[in-house]
């Protein structure tokens, strides 16, 4: 059985691109989870970093595809 | 009714080849280049093709092929120089919206910043890094893989894995951070410096 020890806002920051990505540990997850709901401060923080992530990802996802692309790779395909 | 190969390998294909090509574009840092990576990469897997095992996970497979390849022909260019960097504390841009004065409005301040920088300067951020910490981070950020994943791409051990894309965002977000201040981009109200 785990120990639920809450986590200071230290703790809570360390683990914070882990449990954005969410990397953690189920208990880990909750425990961070359970001090960002009693942590205005963490929360923000939170809130913070991971918009700063969530806005890469967008943005990434979102660079052109050459439209040649795949009839390039088709015929290389074929003379492969 | 039996699949030819070929049939086989465009149909593993199909729903991962633009993620190959986005991933390839910010590895060579060039259109013309990741599609020339991309090619060389397809054109291998299919060579061998009989050693992929159906049902296994043939885009970590491809991006594998893919990495590999890439920097196999960054060492024989030679270019595989390690790029001194300093490292950069945590949190970077909150940091230096606080010395700047920049408060959170009715909108998250990191979200206005994030709306302001377009598709190009991501892009340039995730240039600046250093090879081991673009290729953990652009696979983070183009996939939501997991770290399991990004490990079986790039062999290497998950805490590798971790440490390359925790200190890779720390990076990301300074270079980020110093395209905002030579845009001049200002944030609820406050200018940066
Ligand atoms: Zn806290």
Redesign the pocket.
């Known amino acids: 059985m785990p120990e639920m020890k809450p986590l200071n ?1 230290e703790e ?1 920051f360390a683990r914070l691109d882990d449990f954005i990505d969410r990397e953690l540990s189920p208990v880990e997850q909750q425990l961070v989870q359970e ?1 960002l709901n009693v ?1 205005a ?2 929360l923000a923080e939170y809130k913070f970093e991971a918009a700063i992530v969530d806005g890469i990802k967008e943005k990434m996802r979102k660079m052109q595809v050459p439209q040649e692309l795949s009839a390039r790779l088709g015929r290389a395909l074929d003379s492969a | 009714m039996d699949q030819t190969l070929r049939e086989r390998f465009d149909r593993e294909l199909e729903p991962v080849v633009d993620l190959a090509y986005r991933y390839a574009l910010r590895l060579t840092r060039d259109s013309e280049s990741a599609m020339d990576l991309v090619q060389d990469a397809v054109v291998l897997a299919y060579r061998h093709f009989e050693n992929f095992t159906p049902g296994t996970n043939f885009k970590a497979w491809l991006l594998r092929i893919l990495t590999n390849k890439f920097l196999k022909d960054r060492q024989r260019a030679a270019r595989a120089v390690q790029v001194a960097f300093d490292e950069v504390e945590e949190a970077y841009i909150a940091r230096k919206m606080l010395e700047n004065g920049i408060e959170e409005d009715d909108q998250n301040p990191a979200s206005v910043l994030m709306n302001k920088l377009g598709v190009e300067e991501i892009a340039a951020a995730i240039d600046t890094l250093p090879d081991e910490f673009r290729t953990a981070c652009s696979l983070y950020f183009l996939e939501e893989s997991p770290y399991q994943e990004i490990a079986e791409v790039l062999e290497v051990p998950i805490g590798t894995v971790r440490s390359r894309l925790h200190r890779g965002r720390r990076l990301l977000q300074k270079a980020l951070w110093e395209l905002a201040v030579a845009k001049g981009i200002t944030i609820n109200g406050a200018v940066n410096a």
């Open positions: 806002c809570a001090h942590c401060h963490c």
